[in-house]
């Protein structure tokens, strides 16, 4: 499952992934996040959150990558990852190299109430 969802007061995308996901879950969901993006000011903040994932398919990182696309294009300034399972990220690190070339902060986070500090929410 993948869930696109913001907030235009606080200047956040959340993008949360949970369950199982599939490739054609995220490329369903691409153009939700176009829309919730032209609401957002670059300089943005962004949560990824993966503390509900079962299971993520390893064709989901050229999805992946193309949100991380989008987000960068649209000017995105920090990126707070909650990753508790290090075994369900299939390569974020990695895949930040190729696609975030604006290079916005990233943070790592094990929980959401340690990611929400990181917010500053």
Same mark, same amino acid.
């Given at each position: 499952m993948?869930?696109?969802? /913001?907030?235009?007061?606080?200047?956040l995308?959340?993008?949360?992934?949970? /369950?199982r996901?599939?490739?054609e879950?995220?490329?369903? +969901?691409?153009?939700?996040?176009r829309?919730?993006l032209? +609401?957002? /000011?670059? +300089?943005?903040?962004?949560?990824v959150?993966? /503390?509900?994932?079962?299971? *993520?398919?390893?064709?989901?990182? =050229?999805?992946?990558?193309r949100?991380?696309?989008?987000?960068?294009q649209?000017g995105? +300034?920090l990126?707070? &990852?909650?990753? =508790?399972? =290090?075994?369900?990220? *299939?390569?974020?690190?990695?895949?930040? #190299?190729?696609?975030?070339?604006h290079? =916005?902060?990233? #943070?790592?986070?094990?929980n959401?109430?340690?990611?929400? &500090?990181?917010l500053?929410?």
């Amino acid at each position: 499952m993948f869930l696109a969802t /913001s907030n235009q007061a606080k200047q956040l995308l959340c993008l949360t992934y949970a /369950s199982r996901v599939s490739p054609e879950e995220l490329q369903r +969901g691409h153009e939700d996040v176009r829309v919730l993006l032209a +609401g957002l /000011s670059p +300089g943005f903040r962004l949560l990824v959150d993966l /503390s509900q994932v079962e299971s *993520i398919d390893l064709d989901c990182a =050229p999805e992946i990558g193309r949100l991380m696309d989008m987000t960068d294009q649209a000017g995105v +300034g920090l990126v707070v &990852r909650v990753i =508790p399972d =290090p075994d369900k990220d *299939i390569g974020m690190n990695i895949l930040a #190299v190729f696609h975030y070339p604006h290079h =916005p902060r990233i #943070v790592t986070c094990d929980n959401l109430t340690e990611a929400m &500090r990181a917010l500053w929410l």
